[in-house]
């Protein structure tokens, strides 16, 4: 690997925050092992792991090489991806590195997020979407209790698609209550909730629906009133 020219010779053997010609600290097995590796190859696996841009020193530290080369190779890199036209580039960001898709690709990236997280959703998910956001802040067995299925897997898909989140605890039972989140309005197109359309007057109350669910009743069916009517114009 070829040394900086604008190091001073010995200078880029040094280990970051090490001053030249102090003893270095033993790294054992997992050291030797970095020391192996070719700088640029890791950087790129690392950045393809990171939740938030990496600082030059944090990089530096993990791949325990001069910051100075971690720098000039993180440069080469973002060159690099640029001249070859890739899909994706490496910034600069507010003090970190990080990966980031290109512009020109966004049509194919928003392609991808919506088929996979919105076109996706099946009856039962919006279904139960529908339930928290008319009934928010609700818990799970109040949603259950409406839609008369247990709904822990749909809701817990919910919560990986970012459409709801916890919004603290029931006072009475301690149940998480669930909320929607922002990025359901910003899916659904709505500034605030209470551009909602009107739906929940139809929509039985929750406690008189749980409170039949323990009873052991049909807890929301929807042709019980039509077999009501149904049976007083027989008898009529």
Not at 41 to 53: F, K
């Amino acid at each position: 690997m070829t040394e900086p020219a604008d190091l001073p010779r010995g200078a880029a053997d040094l280990e970051p925050g090490r001053a030249e010609g102090t003893a270095p600290a033993p790294t054992g097995l997992l050291g030797a092992a970095l020391a192996e590796l070719e700088l640029k190859p890791a950087l790129e696996a690392v950045l393809m792991v990171i939740d938030e841009p990496a600082t030059e020193e944090q990089l530096a530290k993990i791949l325990d090489r001069p910051r100075r080369r971690v720098t000039k190779a993180l440069r080469e890199l973002s060159d690099d991806y640029t001249r070859e036209g890739r899909g994706f580039d490496l910034r600069l960001v507010a003090g970190g590195w990080r990966f980031y898709t290109r512009p020109a690709f966004a049509p194919a990236v928003e392609k991808f997020v919506l088929d996979g997280q919105h076109a996706r959703l099946t009856q039962a998910a919006l279904e139960t979407l529908a339930v928290v956001a008319y009934r928010q802040p609700v818990s799970r067995s109040r949603v259950s209790a409406v839609r008369g299925v247990n709904c822990d897997g749909v809701m817990r898909t919910l919560l990986q698609r970012g459409l709801v989140s916890e919004g603290g605890t029931e006072p009475e039972t301690g149940a998480i209550l669930y909320r929607t989140t922002n990025y359901f309005l910003e899916r659904m197109g709505l500034r605030s909730l209470d551009e909602l359309p009107e739906l929940a007057p139809f929509l039985p109350e929750a406690d008189a629906v749980e409170a039949e669910s323990q009873e052991g009743l049909p807890s929301f069916d929807p042709d019980a009133q039509d077999e009501t009517v149904t049976t007083s114009i027989t008898e009529t």
